[in-house]
């Protein structure tokens, strides 16, 4: 899925960084970092996932200038690209996951997770051919998948949770629609794929969701990561960010049809597909993103707190980090609950 939108980066902070995903540098072109400059709004990235896209709603609707939120919305059509972003300090704050979030800030880079946007309610499932009809079809089987990712520990959680052993089944490292497209030529027998590629495979039939992260809740969490510097030099700002938001969730859980219709485009996508693909992410009002951010919550299966243990544990087997970072260190519930004091 392509989107032809411009990103702008800044001339500042140019020093380029490795995401724990990637192998490859990152290589951006210019743009002015508006956290070093009063005259500019604060650039927020985002990519193709609907608890993102869906910060055109706020713009669309007016939400931002409303609450007089000074952001400026930057599209990266790579979301890996994203993050590296944020961590080499070329953009200001970033939509992304939470497991991507805690290798960088193991590695001492300075940001924050401020808001929660949603939980992955369906968006990312583990497809199999249409042979394979149980769990215990899949040992021996293999598995494409981008490994070292959110699908593959989906992938793994999916197994553990219906008595697989991971050690009997075979993962084959492949980008997210070449393993797709594995799957629907026959060349393997399962893949971790998210939306477009789920709808993909079961419009032409040629696959089924074994497993979805709509059984796993709380296991995907997606956030709005920013830099500490820019955070203490606009507190306000991002305060009134997350007003923005949670008018932007009550707007699109009102009228799911019309905000679809508003985010469709921005992903080439008709509104009706991407009907679908909204409805399987569990977008965060003010009181889940409360319990999402509430140490004290920790046993619920939203908090950040329980899924930074979680996921940590992948993180370490996989060899992105050395320990868990402590999540009182990053997790800063100040801006959500500031926004909502009247």
């Known amino acids: 899925m392509k989107a032809a939108i411009s990103l702008f980066f800044g001339e500042t902070h140019m020093k380029k960084c490795k995401s724990f995903l990637l192998a490859g540098t990152l290589t951006l072109a210019p743009f002015i970092l508006s956290a070093n400059a009063d005259a500019q709004p604060i650039t927020l990235g985002l990519s193709n996932w609907p608890g993102w896209v869906a910060w055109y709603v706020a713009e ?70 249409n042979s394979i009809t149980t769990f215990k079809q899949l040992e021996g089987k293999t598995i494409a998948v981008r490994m070292d990712s959110i699908e593959q520990y989906l992938d793994e959680y999916a197994l553990t949770k219906n008595n697989i052993p991971i050690t009997s089944v075979h993962f084959k490292n492949m980008s997210t629609g070449n393993a797709a497209a594995a799957l629907m030529a026959g060349r393997v027998d399962a893949a971790g794929v998210w939306n477009p590629w789920i709808q993909r495979i079961e419009e032409k039939k040629l696959g089924h969701a074994i497993f979805s992260s709509a059984s796993a809740p709380g296991v995907i969490p997606d956030v709005v990561a920013a830099r500490e510097s820019v955070l203490k030099a606009y507190p306000q700002q991002f305060i009134n960010l997350s007003k923005a938001w949670f008018a932007t969730v009550k707007f699109i859980k009102e009228h799911p049809k019309q905000a679809a219709a508003i985010m469709a485009p921005h992903v080439e996508l008709s509104p009706s597909i991407y009907l679908t693909a909204l409805s399987g992410t569990r977008l965060f009002g003010p009181k889940l993103n409360m319990e999402a951010m509430n140490p004290e919550d920790k046993n619920k299966s939203v908090s950040l707190y329980k899924s930074t243990d979680d996921t940590s544990v992948f993180l370490k087997k996989v060899g992105a980090i050395s320990a868990k970072p402590n999540p009182t260190g990053f997790i800063d519930s100040g801006f959500i609950e500031k926004s909502e004091n009247k």
Do not use: R
């Not at 996951?97 to 001492?108: F, M, N, W």
């Open 60 to 129: 669309h609707n007016g939400y931002l200038k409303k609450y007089n939120a000074d952001f400026k919305l930057v599209w990266f059509s790579s979301y890996m690209t994203s993050v590296e972003a944020l961590s080499a300090g070329k953009i200001d704050a970033n939509c992304q996951a939470l497991i991507d979030t805690l290798a960088p800030v193991e590695k001492g880079v300075p940001i924050k997770i401020i808001l929660v946007t949603d939980n992955s309610h369906g968006n990312d499932a583990l497809m199999v051919n």
